[in-house]
């Protein structure tokens, strides 16, 4: 006999080893149905491993992300045993789970268009109908390299050779597909129950690009057919917001192969740029900021200092000036604590909070250049917090509260993530815990709901990562803050106490846009490119019916510009139901009409861009109207 600890903190007694399947299904007949895998003492495990002593067991779910990959990795291999099935020639490389489905990385003659796509789905349906039982076993390594050199699969022969030579490697069968895999997997291809591919990219082994072009199959699963389906339209309705159609649609900004991955901002885009970059100051004035401004070119030896050189040079872009070496910044931070070194601090002066707009480089490959999501330069919204011990939980609350005001001003739910410690991380044992259990005790004042995301801190310090929702349930990654005792040590940074000896500060990292060109594109996503009035590149359209009306349309333009209201007038000699379906494809706020009525009148006929006529009023009650909705920041 022998007690198992579930997620709960209940116990239930075991009398005799059993499955984990069997397990679940002592609880409930409802868990056993809803489980995908178990997490055992930390572990993410199969359905079908044996319990035989005490452990802490946590059943995974689809609505778990651990049970997700898990699901979603079987997925995979259903693709791979189809690819092969039809494909025998193929060789096969890797294929994980992502965050939203799953690919796998093929080499193979036939390119894989949508016809052979739908062909491959349509077997993949026929392995899942099959309902193959999946088996994991062992081999020693030499066995293993072996068993892929008879079946002729390089990738996968080169992925054990890394291994060390006592490691054993592990298989999953299911019918008469095998694949190298860790796993855990789900007990049956049958528990997978919607499936569908979605696209194909090219994909260099290993991320290299000194190996081989694969081609990329992508794919997503869900174990309930109407689940997929929502998906499906989700991603349909993604298309349609694509920020790089509408981008250039709208005239915002433009990309060229003169420079990939350098954004171009045209006319319309700065307006919105700007926009989002007052708001910036405003807020962080309120918030009692300092603004700085850093080089965007340091020498190598403060990259050193800071760890980059050691940690990120991969990512840098470096030069060589009067024979020493330079590198453009990454990031801000280096140049932030060079401003607080500048003179000396006291007590009284900290916290010291200094917020930066400062425009960073990063070597970004060209596979993953992306619009404005991905960039390969990109003015980030950084601000560094130093302080005193005693200041942290207080700071900590105070820049989730300023991230929290953001993301509700542009109308953005958001779920937020602790990451922790990294393997490959700079510091001692005592300070990352100290750290960690700031942000902590930080998030537990503030009431926030969060997950912790084991290892995916920075290199010197553990983080709170805030990841908002769009209006179609997307999440985008983008606000963060970090905790940072390491870059005040490395640069011996000092201040003078009430006891009048020299305290070493701690430091916060954060971010609240993030990116300023990535927010941008998620905003153009979220609305579709229908800003709110108060940001919308143009808040206005006059759109006068014949010639008679140009002078009083005139009129009109300058008496909204004098309210600081940015409007244009369409003067073409056009139909006016043609000047209004313009107007809307553009996606201006406002659409005024004006006629024999409206010049006579001094009024204006009001249309919303959704074609809702709002009616006719006067050009004063319309002007105040709409000055209130953006002194307000009104969203739509």
Request: include cysteine; proline fraction near 4%; glycine fraction near 8%.
């Amino acid at each position: 006999m022998f007690h198992i600890t579930l997620k709960d903190g209940s116990q239930l007694r075991v009398e005799a080893p059993k499955t984990l399947y069997d397990l679940a299904g002592d609880i409930s007949g409802g868990l056993q149905r809803a489980a995908l895998a178990a997490e055992v003492d930390g572990t993410v495990t199969g359905l079908k491993q044996m319990i035989e002593d005490s452990a802490t067991v946590s059943f995974l779910t689809f609505n778990d992300q651990k049970g997700r990959d898990v699901f979603r990795h079987t997925a995979s291999h259903i693709l791979a045993q189809a690819v092969k099935r039809l494909y025998p020639q193929a060789k096969l490389a890797i294929g994980p789970s992502i965050e939203n489905g799953f690919y796998y990385d093929i080499d193979c003659e036939t390119s894989f268009t949508p016809e052979i796509l739908e062909k491959l789905e349509a077997e993949m349906h026929k392995i899942v109908k099959e309902d193959l039982a999946i088996e994991r076993f062992t081999m020693p390594r030499s066995e293993a390299i072996s068993y892929f050199e008879k079946a002729e699969e390089p990738y996968k022969k080169e992925l054990i050779e890394d291994l060390p030579e006592d490691a054993e490697i592990s298989f999953y069968k299911q019918g008469e597909f095998t694949d190298l895999c860790a796993g855990p997997h789900l007990p049956s291809t049958g528990n997978v129950k919607a499936i569908a591919l979605t696209s194909v990219a090219g994909a260099y082994w290993r991320g290299s690009e000194k190996n081989k072009m694969l081609q990329r199959i992508y794919g997503t699963a869900f174990p309930k057919k109407s689940e997929l389906e929502a998906y499906l339209t989700m991603m349909e309705e993604a298309k349609k917001r694509d920020h790089r159609k509408l981008g250039r649609e709208l005239g915002l900004f433009m990309m060229n192969e003169a420079g990939p991955g350098f954004p171009f901002f045209l006319p319309k885009g700065m307006i919105l740029k700007n926009l989002l970059l007052g708001y910036w100051h405003e807020l962080h004035e309120k918030n009692g900021y300092q603004e700085i401004s850093t080089p965007i070119m340091l020498n190598r030896s403060l990259w050193e200092t800071s760890g980059h050189w050691d940690h990120y040079q991969d990512n840098m872009y470096t030069t060589v000036i009067d024979e020493q070496d330079f590198a453009i910044k990454p990031m801000n931070c280096p140049g932030g604590v060079l401003v607080y070194q500048s003179e000396p601090r006291s007590y009284r002066d900290l916290p010291l909070r200094m917020g930066e707009l400062g425009l960073v480089h990063r070597h970004e490959k060209s596979g993953q250049l992306h619009g404005l999501m991905r960039v390969r330069c990109f003015t980030q919204d950084d601000a560094h917090i130093f302080m005193m011990p005693e200041q942290i939980r207080d700071e900590i609350k105070g820049v989730a509260r300023l991230i929290d005001e953001v993301y509700n001003l542009f109308g953005f739910k958001y779920h937020v993530e602790l990451s922790t410690r990294p393997e490959d991380s700079m510091g001692s044992d005592e300070d990352w815990e100290m750290a960690t259990e700031a942000l902590r005790d930080a998030l537990d004042d503030l009431g926030l709901n969060y997950v912790v995301n084991e290892g995916d801190g920075a290199f010197y310090g553990p983080k709170i990562d805030f990841h908002l929702e769009d209006s179609i349930g997307r999440t985008w990654q983008c606000g963060t803050i970090q905790l940072d005792f390491q870059l005040p040590l490395r640069f011996e940074l000092e201040y003078t106490g009430a006891d009048g000896n020299k305290h070493r500060p701690i430091m916060i990292h954060r971010v609240a846009f993030g990116s300023i060109e990535r927010f941008i594109g998620i905003l153009i996503e979220h609305f579709a490119g229908a800003f709110p009035a108060w940001i919308a590149p143009v808040q206005v359209k006059i759109l006068p019916i014949a010639d008679a009306h140009h002078t009083y349309a005139q009129e009109l333009q300058d008496m909204l510009q004098a309210q600081g209201i940015r409007v244009e007038v369409d003067s073409r000699n056009e139909k006016i139901g043609y000047k209004i379906r313009e107007a809307q494809m553009s996606k201006v706020p406002y659409m005024l009409v004006v006629g024999n009525k409206e010049c006579e009148e001094g009024t204006v006929a009001v249309r919303a861009r959704r074609g809702v006529d709002l009616g006719t009023m006067t050009k004063e009650a319309f002007c105040q109207r709409l000055l209130e909705e953006i002194n307000t920041k009104k969203n739509d």
